[in-house]
């Protein structure tokens, strides 16, 4: 989704809110991310002072493996995200949102957001016991023979 922001830049007090989803389908190219729902962008940008702020929320639901018993998930996240957004930027600056033309590319920031926001180990509860490195059995639904035993 392309905003143009040369009103918001140019009105202070100026703001367009936004609500819509990016599909499953679109986030296909995403490796190692399996989605199970659209990804909700729900948001505003405005104008305060003469700073153009864009807050917005993401949520959305994501199939995964537990990394320690590989039992399937279906994961809801929701995550709320803020940037500044200016006209053009002197030099390197990782801090600010750079509108090119006047207008930003949403799908392209919330996407980055969101692959920042994502945990890189994911588990089914933070006490999961994982699998018998033997005979690979699920440990969370009991004991099996090769479990070792502390003395």
């Known amino acids: 989704m392309i905003i143009n922001l040369k009103q918001l830049f140019s009105i202070?007090?100026?703001s367009k809110d936004f609500d819509y989803s990016i599909e499953a389908a679109e986030l296909s190219e995403i490796k190692g991310?399996?989605?199970?729902?659209?990804?909700?962008?729900?948001g505003r940008?405005?104008?305060k002072a003469g700073v153009v702020y864009l807050k917005y929320?993401?949520?959305?639901?994501?199939?995964?493996?537990?990394?320690r018993c590989l039992k399937e998930l279906d994961i809801p996240y929701s995550f709320d995200c803020d940037h500044?957004?200016?006209?053009s930027v002197s030099g390197d600056n990782d801090e600010y949102i750079v509108a090119d033309g006047e207008s930003i590319e949403l799908n392209e920031i919330?996407?980055?957001?969101?692959?920042?926001?994502?945990?890189?180990k994911i588990l089914c509860s933070e006490d999961c016991k994982g699998l018998c490195m033997i005979c690979g059995c699920d440990l969370n639904e009991g004991d099996c023979e090769h479990q070792i035993t502390e003395s």
């Open 12 to 14: 202070t007090g100026e």
């Open 33 to 42: 991310c399996k989605f199970s729902s659209p990804v909700s962008v729900k």
């Open 45 to 47: 940008i405005y104008n």
């Open 57 to 67: 929320n993401l949520s959305f639901s994501m199939l995964a493996e537990c990394d």
């Open 84 to 87: 500044i957004v200016v006209p």
């Open 110 to 120: 919330a996407v980055t957001d969101m692959l920042l926001q994502i945990p890189t």
